[in-house]
């Protein structure tokens, strides 16, 4: 399995909604990663987990609050979201954080806050 | 922050052009990865160029890091549909940073 596995494809939520995204892969890979992005724009990094711990948080809001609970699992809970925190989230993960590591990519979730 | 950037921003063609995109930046790089990124998915990953004066091809793509390893281009020749989507760079180590990227169109 060399695939890193988003769910959902697409959500529609309102401001006072709580949802969650959902990343998975089976590459054994120990790091992984959401990225933020907007239409036209490159992804940005919002935060970096290695061995299941926090790494780096790239100063989000806190009504983005990611949680890894297993080595090959990665989540991304929403809550009270604004209608400018729609855009695409994308998860990657990579074999640790040493070295020129290799990305590899979810197809990404694609979130609209009305 | 390292600022990676790209050239040109956009760039439309017809079938069978060639073309150079290219991505810049006053820092050294240890290594520089090149990543395209179609509508509706995640970016994939080219190729990793890491040696200065390195040139790697792919098919039609010929990648070349500069021999400071400050800048990077990519060539595409008798570019196709297919190579239409949005090309960007990234400084190799993790977290990956991208630069903006060129958004490439290839008109049948």
């Known amino acids: 399995d060399t695939e890193v596995t988003q769910t959902p494809k697409h959500l529609v939520m309102g401001m006072t909604n709580k949802k969650s995204l959902k990343c998975e892969q089976h590459?054994?890979?120990?790091?992984m990663y959401w990225y933020k992005q907007k239409a036209k724009k490159p992804p940005e990094l919002m935060f970096v987990?290695?061995?299941?711990?926090?790494?780096i948080n790239e100063s989000v809001p806190s009504r983005f609050s990611p949680e890894c609970p297993n080595s090959s699992l990665l989540n991304l809970h929403l809550h009270a979201l604004q209608p400018e925190d729609s855009a695409l989230y994308l998860c990657a993960s990579s074999q640790d954080r040493s070295g020129a590591n290799v990305l590899t990519f979810g197809a990404g979730s694609r979130l609209t806050v009305l | 922050t390292q600022l990676l950037e790209q050239s040109p921003q956009f760039l439309s063609i017809q079938e069978g052009e060639n073309l150079t995109v290219y991505c810049n930046s006053s820092?050294?790089?240890?290594?520089l990865q090149w990543y395209r990124q179609e509508p509706g998915e995640g970016p994939v990953l080219l190729v990793t160029v890491v040696t200065g004066g390195e040139v790697k091809k792919l098919k039609r793509l010929t990648f070349q890091f500069g021999d400071a390893r400050k800048d990077s281009s990519l060539h595409i020749t008798a570019a196709q549909p297919g190579d239409t989507g949005l090309y960007l760079c990234?400084?190799?180590?993790?977290?990956?940073?991208f630069g903006k990227g060129t958004r490439l169109s290839v008109i049948a």
């Open positions: 990234a400084k190799g180590n993790t977290p990956l940073v």
């Open positions: 820092s050294v790089f240890s290594s």
């Open positions: 590459m054994g890979h120990r790091a």
């Open positions: 987990y290695s061995y299941e711990k926090l790494s």
